[in-house]
C-alpha cells in the first residue's frame, strides 16, 4: 500500500492513502482523488494496482501528467520516491506508513507554474504558409524595431505595420494555418528563440495549440512552455502584458524553478482579447495568450518588442476568433444536417397514413420535441387479418433516443409476425432490448392486438401512460394491466387484457408529452383536460378528434415551449 502527498498551491498539504485497486484523479468531484487544480483537467489521471506494482495513466488531459519532470505518454509504472505532476499539484509518492517528519513545513511551498506541450509544433527552418504579403510585413516590423524614439513615428509605423499584418491575416485560411501563421510572424517580428500560442478550451483551460523554435531542434525541455503562475494571472486573469527582461533576478519568479534552473532570460506575454459585444464599452474577453522567452545567451526583450507583440496579438485575436466563430457555424452546420437527415430517416419508420379496416376509424401522429424524438407509433397489419397497434416511449431525448426507436421499431415488426399474444411479443421485445442496448437504456412501450371481425382488443402495457378508452356510455377505462418498461430486466413476464369495443367506443393512446405539457405558469395539461376533450369531441372523426387534442394543448401551452415528444394514437369503432 502507497500513499500520495497531494500539496496544491493555496491549500495545506494532505495524505491520500491508496486503498483501493484504481482511483480517479482529477478536478472532478466524482474522482477519488478530487483536486482542487485549475490546470488539472476534471477526469486527468488513473492509479492502479496490479500485484505489488502501481501502474499511472494520463486520460488525456488538457496539460499532461508528469513523472519526475518528465510527460507520460503511455502507462508507466511508479515507485516510493516519485514525484507526480497533474496541473500545478505535486504528489510524492511514500512507502511507509507514517507521514515523513517536517511536512508541515510544506505547506508554503507551491508549484507555480502552468506546464504543457504543444498540439502542433514548427521550427525557423519550416515556414508556415503564409500569404506573399507576410514577407513584406516582415520586412516592415524589422524597419520599425530600429528607430523608434519618437513617439509619433513609433505610433505611425506600429499602426502601418498591425495594418499589413491584418491584410496578411485576411486569406482564408483553417484554424490550425491561421496559428501557424500567427506564430510565424511573432519569430520573425521580435527577436525571441521560443513561441507558444495558447488558447483556452471548452473548460477555460489553457492549452498549448502551437509553437514555433528559432534554430536547431528543440530538447525534450525545450519541447514544454513551462509559463509562471504570477504570469498567467496578469495575463489571463488581468487582461495585462508582461516583460520581463531578466527573470533570473525577477522577483516575480523568484520561486518559480523551472524558470531558474532551465536559464530563461527574458520573458514577454500578452494576452488574447476580443470584445464579446458591439461597443466600444464592452467588456473584453480573454480567450488566450501569447508567450516568448529568451535563453541566457540571447538578448533581452524591449518595451518596443512588447508594442509589436501586443499590436500584432490585438489583430490576431480577432483573426483567431472570426476563424473559430467560422469552423463553429460550419460544425453547427454540419450537424443539423445530420439531424435533418436523421429525422427524415426516423419520419420514414413512422407510418405515413393508417391501414384502413372495416368498421373502424384510425389515426396517429408524433410531434418531436427536438430534431429527432424518442417517441414510436405503428400499425402493423397481418397475415389472418388482425391489427397490431403500438405507441411507445424510449428514454432520454435527441440522436440517442432516436437511435434506441429505430431499434424499437424494428423488434416490434418483427416480433409482430414471430409471437403469438400481445404479451409475448412484450416479452421477446423486452429480452432483444436487454441484449442489445445499454443497461440504462429502456423504453415504455403500449401493445394492442385488434381482431376487426370480432371486435376484440388484447393489450399489454409495459410501463407506458394507460391509454383511455371512452366508452359509448360515457365510462372512462384505462389500459394498465402489462409489467415493467421493456429493456430494464431480461426476465420480465408481462400480462394481457382483452376488451370488447362496441360503435362509438374510443381509444386514445399518447405518450407523457401530453399530459406532461405544461403552460407558462408551470401547470401540466394533465389526463382529466385530455379525457374533457375526447368526451367533447367524441363524435367527431379520429383525424378531427385528434385535431382537436393538438389545439387544446396549443391553447393550453400558449407561449410556453414543449419540454418533451408528444405522440397520439387513435382507435374509434364505427357504427
Keep these: 500500500m502507497i500513499k500520495l502527498l497531494v500539496r496544491t498551491p493555496g491549500h495545506p498539504p494532505v495524505t491520500f492513502e491508496v486503498t483501493k485497486r484504481r482511483i480517479a484523479i482529477g478536478r472532478s468531484a466524482h ?3 478530487c483536486l482542487e487544480d485549475p490546470f488539472a483537467s ?6 492502479r494496482r496490479e500485484g505489488p506494482t502501481y501502474w499511472l495513466t494520463d486520460l488525456g488531459s488538457a496539460n499532461g501528467t508528469y513523472i519526475n519532470g518528465i510527460r507520460i505518454r503511455e502507462t508507466v509504472p511508479i515507485a516510493p520516491g516519485d514525484r507526480l505532476q ?6 510524492e509518492v511514500l ?5 515523513p517528519s517536517g511536512v508541515a513545513s510544506l505547506a508554503g511551498e507551491s508549484v507555480r507554474e502552468v506546464i504543457a506541450r504543444p498540439e502542433m509544433e514548427i521550427s525557423s527552418a519550416e515556414r508556415p504558409p503564409m500569404a506573399p504579403e507576410v514577407f513584406s510585413v516582415v520586412d516592415s516590423i524589422r524597419t520599425v524595431s530600429v528607430g523608434l524614439a519618437p513617439e509619433v513615428e513609433q505610433g505611425r509605423k506600429l499602426l502601418t505595420v498591425i495594418s499589413q499584418v491584418g491584410v496578411a491575416l485576411l486569406s482564408s485560411l483553417s484554424l490550425e494555418e491561421v ?3 500567427i506564430v510565424g510572424l511573432v519569430l520573425e517580428a521580435v527577436p525571441a528563440e521560443r513561441v507558444f500560442l495558447l488558447l483556452k478550451n471548452a473548460q477555460g483551460e489553457l492549452v498549448c495549440k502551437v509553437a514555433c523554435y528559432r534554430g536547431q531542434e528543440p530538447s525534450e525541455v525545450e519541447r514544454a512552455v513551462r509559463i509562471s503562475r504570477s504570469i498567467t494571472e496578469e495575463v489571463i486573469g488581468r487582461g495585462r502584458s508582461v516583460l520581463t527582461s531578466d527573470a533570473q533576478v525577477d522577483e516575480r519568479f523568484r520561486q ?19 470584445n464579446r459585444r458591439e461597443g466600444s464599452s464592452a467588456p473584453r474577453s480573454i480567450i488566450g495568450m501569447i508567450y516568448v522567452d529568451n535563453p541566457m545567451n540571447a538578448g533581452a526583450f524591449t518595451e518596443g518588442d512588447l508594442q509589436l507583440l501586443t499590436m500584432i496579438a490585438s489583430v490576431a485575436a480577432i483573426k483567431i476568433e472570426n476563424t473559430l466563430l467560422l469552423e463553429q457555424r460550419l460544425e453547427n452546420e454540419r450537424i443539423k444536417q445530420q439531424m435533418a437527415q436523421a429525422r427524415d430517416l426516423q419520419f420514414q419508420l413512422l407510418p405515413i397514413t393508417p391501414p384502413e379496416v372495416e368498421g373502424y376509424d384510425l389515426t396517429g401522429i408524433s410531434f418531436p420535441c427536438y430534431e429527432v424524438g424518442g417517441d414510436y407509433f405503428d400499425f402493423i397489419r397481418l397475415p389472418d387479418g388482425a391489427l397490431i397497434l403500438t405507441l411507445g416511449d424510449v428514454c432520454g431525448k435527441g440522436m440517442d433516443a432516436a437511435m434506441l426507436m429505430s431499434a424499437l421499431h424494428a423488434s416490434v415488426r418483427a416480433q409482430a409476425m414471430a409471437s403469438g399474444s400481445v404479451a409475448e411479443m ?3 421485445i423486452n429480452r432483444y432490448l436487454v441484449e442489445t442496448t445499454a443497461p440504462n437504456k429502456f423504453a415504455t412501450l403500449w401493445l394492442g392486438r385488434l381482431d376487426p371481425r370480432a371486435h376484440e382488443l388484447c393489450s399489454t402495457n409495459a410501463g407506458h401512460n394507460p391509454p383511455l378508452l371512452l366508452r359509448a356510455r360515457g365510462d372512462v377505462e384505462f389500459l394498465k394491466k402489462g409489467g415493467i418498461p421493456v429493456g430494464v430486466l431480461g426476465e420480465a413476464v408481462y400480462e394481457e387484457e382483452r376488451l370488447h369495443l362496441e360503435p362509438g367506443d374510443v381509444l386514445v393512446a399518447f405518450s407523457d408529452g401530453i399530459s406532461e405539457s405544461m403552460n407558462e405558469q408551470g401547470e401540466e395539461f394533465g389526463v382529466a383536460r385530455l379525457v374533457d376533450v375526447v368526451r367533447r369531441h367524441r363524435e367527431l372523426r379520429a383525424a378531427s378528434l385528434r385535431d382537436r387534442i393538438e389545439e387544446a394543448l396549443s391553447l393550453f401551452i400558449g407561449k410556453g415551449r414543449p419540454v418533451d415528444d408528444m405522440t397520439l394514437l387513435i382507435l374509434k369503432r364505427t357504427a
Excluded at 512507502?95 to 507521514?99: I, N
Excluded at 531558474?260 to 514577454?268: A, E, K, Q
Design 31 to 33: 474522482n477519488d482523488l
Design 42 to 47: 476534471r477526469v486527468h489521471a488513473e492509479l
Design 86 to 91: 497533474i496541473g500545478e499539484t505535486i504528489l
Design 95 to 99: 512507502s511507509g506508513v507514517d507521514v
Design 179 to 181: 496559428l501557424k501563421q
Design 256 to 274: 518559480c524553478d523551472s524558470i531558474l534552473l532551465s536559464g530563461i532570460r527574458s520573458i514577454m506575454a500578452v494576452p488574447l482579447s476580443v
Design 426 to 428: 412484450a416479452a421477446a
